[in-house]
Structures are given as C-alpha cells and as structure tokens.
C-alpha cells in the first residue's frame, strides 16, 4: 500500500472514503434500497460501529451499520480485493448482529430481518452476475426457512445489465471507474450525489486530519503484525533446530514461543545452532535469562 496516499486522491471504493460516505444516512438508504430491491422509509446508521477511526479500537472497522424502520439491519462492506471464505465472513457478520441483539434482551423468535451486503470490485462467484442474493433454502423441497438472513454480494463486473436495475448498473460502474473516470457524469442522479459528498470529504481539513490519523493507526497495526511475524518466524526456527536434536519439553517449547524479546531469540538461536543436545540447550538457555 502506497505510504503517502492523500485524502484527494481517494476512490469511493477506497475503505475510508467509503466509509465517510456512507454514514450519510440518506445515501446510505439510497444504497440499500437499490441492493435489495424494496423502498425503505427510513435509515439510521450505528455510527458508534460504523468507525472511520477510532483510537481507543484495537482495529479499524469500516463496514456500514444500518437499520431501517421495520428493524431490519444491514452490514454493508467494500471489497476491493478478492478473498476466499467470504460466505463464512457473511455467515460472521450476522452472528454478531443476532448476538448483540440477543445481549440487549431481544428473544430470538422477535430476531428482525438483517441483510450483510459485500459491494465487490471483482466478480465472486465467476457468473457475470451484478447482484447474487443467497437465502437459505431446502435443499430437497426449495422452499425457503423463513429465517430473515440474506447475503448479497453486488459485483462490479457483471454484464447482465438487462436483469438489474439501471440505477444499480450506474452505481457499480461508477464503484469500478479509476480516478479520472470517477469523476465523470454518469447520468445518474444517486452516483451523482456520491460524488457531491466525496468532492466535500476531499476538501474538509477535518476529515484530512482523520484521514491522516487513520493511516497513522493502520501504519502501526501493520508494523506491529511484521513484528509479531518476525518474532514467531524465529521463535518457529529455533525449535526446528531443537527438534532436530530430539523431543522438545512442552515446558520448554511454550517458553521459546511465549519470548518477545528479538535479542533474547537471536541468542537462542544461536544457542540451538551449537548445541548438541535439547537438555544442553535447556541448561545454557537459563543463563541468557539470568
């Protein structure tokens, strides 16, 4: 990831930006209202769980919190790059939203309806489709359970403008569209309002600052994971040598990979490099402690 990205040159389809967009409520129900295809009277967004940053959140969320007046909810989330198991990550999302409902007294025979919605940049499910909608169904009967839950994963590489609405084809395109294309008119009056709201994003010093900050914190979460990375990596090493010597004490495998200290590990593995025996190296690895 480029380290010295600027708030201006942000796509929609960028995490922050689409996140700041987003919690707009009016284009958040614009949006909702073309993915599942029903008009819906109103929408109130979770902005304590829909974060554009959050400092004291040991992770950055970016995905869209939503509820409508029949109670149902929404998950909305951007996805740029093609991952594998997005079906379990679906299956993740409403768990949690039923849990937390659930945790505030809700029965679950009174559970609403809850959407999780992935706008895609890539096709999921290689059928050239722009929208695939998943409920659950029986497998021998086809009828539906009836349980609320719905996927759908929009995608911005469909060819089946005939089957989706024009408004949703619009929007997808203008999701897939480089810098210089996002800007252009798309004879749509929602894509249109999208780009009003990225054009004030871009020019708010206060959501510059944000911006900043958020790359600031994601910085260190990446730092930190390469650290955490190395340190494992040579713990990992350092048993491979042990174990070529003979049976590693679980005693003693727990305390290689519990170490944090690079210098403490470097020496171990310089200690297991010589050593001619696990018990040898248990014995000599006590005096790098003391």
Do not use: W
């Amino acid at each position: 990831m480029n380290q010295n990205r600027k708030l201006a040159q942000l796509m929609f389809k960028d995490n922050f930006m689409f996140g700041a967009v987003m919690v707009n409520e009016e284009i958040c129900q614009d949006f909702l209202e073309l993915a599942v295809g029903f008009p819906i009277e109103r929408v109130e967004i979770s902005k304590e769980k829909s974060m554009i940053y959050h400092p004291e959140y040991h992770g950055i969320r970016l995905d869209i919190i939503a509820r409508d007046e029949k109670r149902t909810h929404y998950n909305v989330e951007m996805q740029v790059a093609k991952r594998p198991h997005l079906g379990k990550r679906a299956r993740y999302y409403h768990s949690q939203m039923d849990m937390e409902l659930l945790l505030t007294g809700e029965d679950y025979a009174a559970l609403p309806a809850s959407y999780v919605i992935f706008i895609c940049d890539f096709d999921p499910f290689s059928s050239k489709k722009y929208r695939y909608t998943f409920q659950n169904i029986c497998a021998e009967t086809g009828r539906p359970m009836n349980d609320g839950s719905t996927v759908i994963f929009l995608s911005t590489c469909g060819e089946n403008e005939a089957e989706v609405p024009e408004g949703l084809v619009h929007f997808l395109k203008f999701v897939k569209a480089d810098l210089a294309d996002s800007i252009q008119d798309y004879q749509d009056s929602f894509v249109r309002k999208i780009q009003e709201s990225m054009a004030r994003i871009k020019s708010s010093r206060e959501m510059e600052e944000r911006f900043m900050l958020l790359e600031e914190l994601l910085r260190e979460e990446r730092a930190e994971g390469e650290a955490k990375g190395l340190v494992r990596g040579k713990a990992e090493d350092i048993l491979l040598l042990l174990e070529d010597l003979g049976s590693v004490p679980d005693g003693l495998r727990e305390k290689i990979l519990e170490e944090q200290d690079m210098d403490i590990l470097s020496k171990y593995l310089k200690l297991a490099a010589h050593a001619e025996s696990v018990q040898e190296f248990a014995d000599k690895a006590k005096n790098i402690i003391n």
